[in-house]
């Protein structure tokens, strides 16, 4: 009866550092596999910040050339050449006034 004493605590103390043993190792394999999840994540965020700063520097590059294109020094040979077109002359500039309003159409 002693001996049967001995071997139900000796099995029940195997079981507990089993479970014990067995809920250590899935702790880990948690953490391990949030940690991977999380590394993988920051990469994919590192690389998306790297995708978003190279489309912002093209903007601005677009943005640039968009000005330069539509600048005043560069569509005037374009519209003189297409488009037969000259700045003129002061002598060629006529002035009209502005028509002026009567005073019951004004606010």
Do not use: C, W
Not at 37 to 43: L, V
Not at 71 to 95: C, F, G, K, W, Y
């Amino acid at each position: 009866m002693a001996r049967q004493r001995v071997a139900r605590r000796a099995r029940s103390r195997r079981s507990v550092i089993a479970a014990v043993l067995l809920g250590f190792v899935l702790v880990a394999t948690g953490v391990i596999a949030r940690r991977t999840y999380g590394i993988d994540q920051a990469r994919k965020i590192r690389d998306l910040e790297r995708q978003r700063a190279a489309l912002e520097a093209e903007r601005l590059r677009l943005e640039s050339q968009i000005r330069d294109a539509s600048s005043r020094t560069r569509l005037v040979p374009i519209a003189e050449q297409r488009l037969n077109m000259h700045v003129p002359t002061p002598d060629q500039v006529i002035n009209l006034p502005r028509p002026t309003r009567p005073d019951s159409v004004r606010r």
